[in-house]
C-alpha cells in the first residue's frame, strides 16, 4: 500500500532495462570509465499496522478504494499522535504516503464533527492541486475541499469562505489574503481543527522565517476566535525535525521519523565527466548566467550539462521513462535542447518525446507539459527542482541529478522520484566542475554515510520579524501579551517600528498607522517578477524574480523559453518588463558585477593568534556593470559592453576571518602573491559550505582582499546572500574548522596544476576568476587551521 501527497502519473511497467543493465550501457559510451562510486541501497519491505480504532469505517473503506488497505507503522502512529491532541511531524522518506499521516485524523475529524475546519499549507500551487484531487477522490461526503490561491477565480472565493472545510493553499495566499481579511475568514477559522504544513522542509532560510511568523500570525488570529488548531506536518528526512518543526511553528512537535513503508532497490551512480582533451574548447554551447555550470571558464571537465543531455537521450532511446534535474532554468533548456537534437539526428521525430519544465513558463504551459506527461507522450523531462515537489510521477526508471542539488535531503528527495510502487530503479548524480561536485564524487561517504542536514531558518531575524510585526499590527492591534508569541527581538522590533512612525503605542497596545497594508516578499526574491514580452506580437512568455533580472535580462541578454533563443531589447525595471526579439545570435552573454563589504559590527569572534574568526553584520553593495558577448563554438570573447543598472545594497551576516602578514610570509605567500592565494580560498570555502549548511553556493557570497579597510589585515569574507542573514554563516562559524579542513582537502587533493573549476574557480566571480594562486590558498587554509582551535 502506498499512499501519496500528491498526484499519480504513470504509464505503466517500462520496457527498458534493469537498472544495472542500464547503467553498464551507459558507462560503456566512452573511452574512460567517468562512474566513481555506485552505491546499491537495497529494496526493504514494509511494516504495517492496524487502523486506529477512531478511524471511521468510511474513512477506511474510501482509502481501501485507493489501495490503502492498512496504514504503514509510522502512518498510523504519527495519525494517533495528532488525533490525540499531539503537534506532530512525520519526517520519512519520499513515497512513504506522509499524507496518510495527516488525511487519517484530519478527515476522521471532518466527519465525526460537522462543524470542524482544516487549513493545508502547500509551499507551490501544484502541490496543493494534488493533493486536492487526492482529498476530493475518496469522495466523502460534506467534507467540500477547495484550493484557495492566486488562480482561484473571484466568484468561487466567498464560496470557499464560507463553506468549504477542507481549504488548501500556500503560505503565500495565507499572508496576502486570508490573514490580512480574516473578519471574512472568522467562521473557518473559530472552527479550526488541524492545519496540515506539507513538505516542510522547503521552508528554510529567508523564506522559512517569514512563514514561521505567517504561522504565528495564523495561531494569533486562531486565538482571537477561540480556536487552537493541531499541527501536522509532513517532511522529507531531515536532521532534528522535531526542532526545526517547532522553531517553524513557535510549538513543542514530537517527531516520526522511523520509516516503515515499502522501497525498492535503488542503484546510485556518482558520475564525473570525463577530461576533455587539451585544447579541445568549451565542450558545449552553454547558454548565459546561473546555469550551473562553469560556462564562463575554459573548460578542464565535459560540461554536465552536456553529459545530462547526452545520457538523457540514451535513457529515452532505450525506453526508459527518465526525469533530469538541472539546477537552473537555463540548464534545464539546454539539456532538453541537446537530447532532443541528439534523439532526432537518431531517429527523426523521437526527440518530440523529451521537453522543459520549469518555473516561469505560464500555468497553461505547465498544466499542457503536466498532462503530456500523465499520458506517456513525453518520455523525458529535464526540470528544475520545480518537480522536486508537486506532481507524484509514479512509474519512472530513472533520475538524472545535473550537479549537486546543494543537500542531502534534495539529492535524496529528488532521487526518489524514480523506482515507486517497489520497481528497482536507477539514479546518477552528474558531478559538475565545481569543488564541492568533486569533493563529493571522489568522498562517497560525505553523501552515503552521512545523517541528511537539518532545515536553517531564524524567526529573530531582525529583517524578517519587523515586517512581520507590522503585518499582525495591520490586522489587529499588537498586545505585550502578543510579543511573546512571536519570540526573541519582539519588544525592540516594535519599538524600531514606533521610532519609525510605522506604529502608534497606546495603553491598549501598538497600533498600524498607515492605510495601506505593509508590502512584505515572503520569497525574498528581490521585488516583484520581471516580465518577458516579445517585442513585436506583445506576446507574454513569461517571467524572471526580480533578483535575476539584473543577471538574465539586462539589454543584450540572451534569454531561452523552450528551446528558443531570444534577445533583450530592453529591460525597464520601473514597470517590470523586458522586451525581446527571436534570434540566434552564434555567441552567449555573461553579465559582470562588482561588490564592496564593510564591518557593521561583530557578534562574536575568536583570537588564535595570528588567525581571527569572526561572526557579524556587514553591508554588501553589488552592480552589474558589464557583459560580455562569447562565441558558443570557440568560447573566445567578442567585446565587452558596459551596463548602467542600478546598485543593489544588502545588510546580511557574514563569517571571516583574518591573517596576519606575517604569519602569510612564513607559509611562503609572497606579499605579491596574497590576493591570488585569499581569492582562491574564498572561492572553494564557498564551494564546500554546503556541506556543513542547507544552502548551495547561490545563496551565499563572498569577497576577498590582502588588506580590509575595516579589519586592516589579510581577510576572506564569506556572506549569506539574504537580508538580514539566513542561517548559513552561523553554520559556518560554529564548524568553522571542519569546514575549511574539508576545503583545503579539497583543493588539495585535486588533480589540476594551477586552479580548475573542481578547486578554486567560480562560476560567478566578477573578476573573471583572476588572480588566483591554488598552491597558495593551501598555505593560507595551512596557517588558518594550524592555529583555530577545533
Partial sequence: MESSSAATVSAGPSPGPTPADLLRRLRARGAADPVTHVERVPARPGVPAPWPSWAPPELRAAFARRGAGAPWQHQAQAATLAYEGEHVVVATGTASGKSLAYQLPALATLLADPRATVLYLAPTKALAADQLRAVAALELEGVRPACYDGDTPRAEREWIRRHSRFVLTNPDMLHHGVLPGHAQWSGFLRRLAYVVIDECHTYRGVFGSHVAHVLRRLRRQCARFGSTPVFVLASATSGDPSTAAGRLTGLPVTAVTEDASPRGGVTFALWEPPLLPPDSGPSTPVPPQSTGDHDDLQQVRRSALRETADLLADTVAEGVRTLAFVRSRKGAEVVAANARRALDDAVPGLGDRVAAYRGGYLREERRELERALLHGDLLGLASTNALELGVDLVGLDAVLICGYPGTRASLWQQAGRAGRSGQEALAVLVARDDPLDTYLVHHPEAIFGAPVEATVLDPANPYVLA????????????????????GDGAKEAVDQLVAAGALRQRPTGWYWRHRERPEVDLRGEGGAPVC????????????????????????????????????????????????????????????????????????????????????????????????????????????????????????????????????????????????????????????????????????????????????????????????????FAERAYGTASAWLRATRDAIAECGCESGCPSCVQSPKCGNGNNPLSKPDAIRVLDVVLANLPE
Fill in 532 to 727: 518577458v514580452v516579445e517585442s513585436s506580437t506583445g506576446r507574454l512568455l513569461g517571467t524572471v524574480d526580480g533578483g535575476s533580472s539584473h543577471f538574465l535580462l539586462h539589454s543584450g541578454a540572451v534569454y531561452l523559453h523552450q528551446g528558443v533563443s531570444y534577445v533583450v531589447d530592453d529591460l525597464d525595471l520601473v514597470d517590470g518588463c523586458a522586451l525581446v526579439h527571436a534570434e540566434e545570435p552564434d555567441w552567449s552573454t555573461h553579465a559582470r558585477d562588482v561588490t564592496d563589504l564593510s564591518v557593521v559590527s561583530v557578534r562574536s569572534y575568536v583570537d588564535a593568534g595570528p588567525v581571527g574568526m569572526f561572526l557579524g553584520e556587514v553591508d554588501v553593495t553589488s552592480q552589474v556593470v558589464s557583459y560580455q558577448r562569447r562565441r558558443i563554438a570557440t568560447g573566445e570573447v567578442i567585446d565587452t559592453r558596459p551596463l548602467d543598472l542600478p546598485a543593489r545594497e544588502l545588510r546580511t551576516v557574514a563569517v571571516w576571518f583574518t591573517l596576519s602578514p606575517q604569519s602569510l610570509t612564513l607559509a611562503g605567500v609572497q606579499p605579491a602573491d596574497v590576493p591570488g592565494a585569499l581569492h582562491a580560498a574564498e572561492h572553494a570555502a564557498i564551494g564546500l559550505l554546503p556541506l556543513m549548511a542547507t544552502c548551495d553556493r547561490w545563496d551565499i557570497g563572498g569577497l576577498s582582499t590582502a588588506v580590509h579597510q575595516d579589519t586592516e589585515a589579510p581577510t576572506v569574507f564569506v556572506y549569506d546572500g539574504h537580508p538580514g542573514g539566513a542561517g
Fill in 467 to 486: 515586517p512581520q510585526l507590522a503585518c499582525a499590527a495591520f490586522e489587529a492591534p499588537l498586545t505585550p501579551a502578543d510579543l511573546a508569541l512571536f
